[in-house]
């Protein structure tokens, strides 16, 4: 594959709002092109009739046609589509799942730019990318131990956690953040701290996804 080749990208999930950030990740960068835009595995399915795409991302749960749905189409109709996985979960019924279904890739939700665009990479060059965190899951299945459910175990937010969080999904500044509670930046940059750590997200676009994927906002 040649350096300056644009890769093609059909991303499938059922919040816009998470689609948007990942968009958001290669708005300025002409080698990632997010070419199509599927809420669900039918409309992903519609779009693979009338277009080749380099890769899918997709998610898992989504309505009308979830991501283990839009996998058995897939293998029947599309057999060579690389896919990458994009989910929330990472327990090894799902993974394990996905991935003999025929998906290239999976990683979490809380994947770094860095490592979103390593999967892409690996993918389309014909290898397969695992998380560490869902690597960790195969091994634990394989070895007969119970998954350390990372992603999700439920993390208890305080109120004003929560507050802090829906304004960070609003796009609002630190400043901005402050002035409407009445805080401190520097108290604002604590609770953000904090809500990274409690939800295992490493930057903003992970506090997003975990905020939509958890309907607390």
């Known amino acids: 594959m040649s350096d300056r080749q644009t890769i093609e990208i059909l991303l499938v999930d059922d919040h816009k709002m998470i ?3 990942i968009k958001y990740y290669f708005q300025d ?9 599927a809420g669900n595995g039918r409309d992903a399915c519609a779009m693979l009739g009338k277009k080749q795409f380099d890769l899918v991302i997709t998610d898992i749960n989504m309505p009308d046609m979830d991501g283990l749905d839009l ?46 665009v390593e999967a892409i990479q690996q993918i389309v060059s014909g290898e397969q990318y695992y998380s560490e965190e869902v690597y960790k899951a ?11 459910q990372r992603l999700t175990v439920e993390n208890t937010l305080s109120q004003r956690e929560r507050e802090v969080l829906k304004l960070i999904v609003n796009e609002q500044s630190n400043q901005e953040i ?4 009445f805080i401190s930046v520097r108290t604002v940059e604590a609770h953000k701290r904090n809500l ?20 607390l906002i």
């Open 196 to 215: 990274l750590d409690k939800t295992g997200s490493k930057n903003i676009v992970g506090l997003v996804m975990y905020a939509v994927e958890r309907n």
């Open 138 to 148: 195969i091994v634990d299945s394989i070895a007969g131990r119970k998954p350390k």
């Open 178 to 181: 402050a002035d409407q509670l």
């Open 19 to 21: 689609r948007d950030a």
């Open 71 to 116: 996998m058995e189409k897939l293998k029947e109709e599309h057999p060579n589509q690389k896919v990458l996985v994009l989910s929330m979960l990472n327990d090894a019924i799902h993974i394990n799942k996905m991935i003999s279904l025929g998906a290239s890739g999976y990683i979490l939700k809380n994947a770094s730019k860095e490592e979103l």
């Open 29 to 37: 960068d002409d080698f990632y092109h997010i070419s199509g835009e």
